[in-house]
C-alpha cells in the first residue's frame, strides 16, 4: 500500500463503480489492497495504513448527505482523528460505551491495540479487551467491519500469541474474515547478540472482523501457558546471533518439470535459512511428509543427515531421482546410512523402524487442510488444464481428504505430537503453514496448531514467508473483502 495513494481521498464520480458496493476505490486500488501482507515503511508512522483500510471499508457517503462514521479508540484518537477527517468521513470516539446506550450505527471500526496493549505478562489485559470490543462491536451496522492492529509478544525467549488469542476471543462476537500482515521495515540498528532463537517482532497484525446477524459460533479462549525458550538454552546452546527479522521475502526460481506435479512445494532457500539457524553439520533433520524432496535436498547439501516419510509414491520416486541427479559429488551418498526416505504414513509408528530415534531438527508443511479439492478455484483450474495434480493423492489416509475440519485439526495435532516425542532435547521444529479460507469463514489452522502444540512443545517465535510474485486477483470485488492470501507462518518450536 502506497501513501500516495492516500492523495486522493475522495475519487470523482466518474471513477467510481457504480456496482461497488463497499467502498469508493476503482478496481485497480480495490485490487492491491487484496495483498494479504505490506510493508510499512522505515520510521513510517501507522497513518498512512490507516488511510487505507478505511478507504476499503467505507464509502465516504454511505447514504445521501451521511458521512460514513468510523469508531476511533479514545487511546489513539488524536493520530487517527484527522486520518478520517482528511478522508471525509465521521471519527466517532468510543470511550465509556454502555451496552444499554443507543446504538451508535458505526460504519466501521478501526481498533489500534499496537502500541496499546503491552502487557505479555497479564492475562487480565487480554481479557479487559475483549470485553472492551465486544462492546464496541454491538455499535456498528450489520455487515460493517472492524479492524484490529495488534501485534504478538516477546515473553523472555517465549511468544506469547496475544494477536490470536484476542482474534479467537473476539470471534464470539463478530465473524472474522482474514488477516493482513505489515511487515515493518526495522532501522539500520545493531542488535544484541543472544544465545535464544528470537525475532524482532517487526509484524503488525491487521485482523479484519464482520458484524453479523448470526456470527458462527466459536471456541473459548485457550489460557496462556509454556515454558520460555531460553530455560532450554543450556541443553543444546545455540551460536550467539542477533534477532532475526519476523518476516522475509522468497522468490524460489521456476520448478523443475517433474517438481511442477506436487501442487504445494516450499522453495530450498528457505529451508536452507532455518537449518542455518537450528542445526549444525551432522545433526539430524526430518521431514514427515517430504514431497519431492526439498527438505532432504537442502539438507544434504549443508552436511546434515537427511530422512524423510512421503505417503504418495509418485512424489517418493521423485523425490529419489532428485537425490540422486543434484548431489553426485558426495561420495557414497546413495549407498550412506545418513540418509533415508520411505515411502508410507507419516502417522504409522512401522515406518519409522529404519529410521533414528531421535531428530535433532523436524521441519514439515501440512496440507491446508482440503482446500486443493475445493471447486473452482482459479489456480487448481490451471493445472488441471496443464495436466498436472490438483491435490496430494485419493488415498484415504491422506490428511488433505478429510473432509471437517476439526477431525483435520486434530489428526494433525495428534502426527506432531507425536513427533514432538521423536525430537531431541533443545532441538527445533519448524511447522510452514496457512491460515484457511473458505466459504466465507478463516479458519485459523496456524493459530489452532501452535496452540494445541504448547503444552508438548514451547513456542518460540514466528516468521513469516511472504510471496511477491503471484498474480492478484479481485476476490469478492464490489461486496466484500476476500484477500489473496501471499503469506504463509512459519512456527517455531522447541523441545523443553
Sequence with gaps: MSPARNKQSSPTARDVDPGNRLNDLDSQRWLTFQKSWFIIPRGQSLASTAADFIAFFTKQFPAPEQRARVGLLAENAANLQPVVSALGREAIILDGLDLAATPLALDYCL??????????????????????????????????????????????????????????????????????????????????????????????????????????AAPSLPTVSGAPCHALAASRPLPPAPPRSSWMIVKPPPREKGVLRHPGKFPESLIETFLHDFTAPGDRVFDPMAGTGSALL???????????????????????????????????????????????????????????????????????????????????????????????????????????????????????????????????????????????????????????????LALCHEQFWCQNDQKLAPFGYRYAWVSNTFHHYCLHFRKP
Excluded at 462476537?173 to 532463537?197: F, R, S, Y
Excluded at 506432531?416 to 511447522?431: D, M, N, Q, V
Design 111 to 216: 481498533i489500534d491495540l499496537s502500541s496499546v496493549m503491552t502487557s505479555p505478562a497479564d492475562e487480565g489485559d487480554l481479557q479487559h479487551w475483549q470485553a472492551r470490543l465486544a462492546v464496541i462491536a454491538n455499535h456498528l451496522k450489520t455487515n460493517a467491519y472492524l479492524t484490529v492492529f495488534v501485534r504478538n509478544q516477546d515473553a523472555g525467549g517465549l511468544l506469547l500469541p496475544l494477536a490470536w488469542l484476542l482474534g479467537k476471543a473476539l470471534s464470539q462476537t463478530l465473524t472474522i474474515k482474514d488477516e493482513k500482515i505489515g511487515c515493518v521495515e526495522n532501522e539500520p540498528e545493531l542488535w544484541p547478540a543472544q544465545t535464544n532463537w528470537t525475532t524482532r517482532q517487526n509484524v503488525i497484525y491487521c485482523l479484519n472482523f464482520r458484524h453479523e446477524e448470526n456470527p458462527p
Design 298 to 456: 537442502a539438507a544434504l547439501a549443508l552436511g546434515r543427515e537427511a530422512y524423510g516419510i512421503e505417503l504418495n509414491p509418485e512424489f517418493h520416486r521423485i523425490a529419489q531421482e532428485r537425490i540422486a541427479r543434484y548431489l553426485p559429488a558426495i561420495p557414497g551418498l546413495l549407498d550412506s546410512p545418513q540418509w533415508r526416505l520411505i515411502c508410507g504414513d507419516a502417522t504409522e509408528s512401522e515406518n519409522y523402524r529404519e529410521l533414528p530415534a531421535r531428530f535433532d531438527y523436524i521441519i514439515t508443511s501440512p496440507p491446508y487442510w482440503d482446500m486443493l479439492r475445493m471447486k473452482g478455484a482459479e489456480t487448481q483450474q490451471k493445472r488441471k488444464a496443464a495436466g498436472l495434480l490438483q491435490f496430494y493423492s485419493d488415498d484415504r489416509r491422506d490428511l488433505g481428504n478429510v473432509d471437517e475440519y476439526p477431525a483435520f485439526r486434530a489428526k494433525l495435532l495428534k502426527l506432531y505430537r507425536f513427533l514432538a516425542a521423536k525430537l531431541s532435547t533443545g532441538g527445533f521444529l519448524t511447522i510452514i503453514v496457512k491460515n484457511v479460507k473458505k466459504r466465507g469463514l478463516m479458519y485459523p489452522l496456524a493459530w489452532d496448531l501452535a496452540l494445541g502444540l504448547r503444552n508438548d
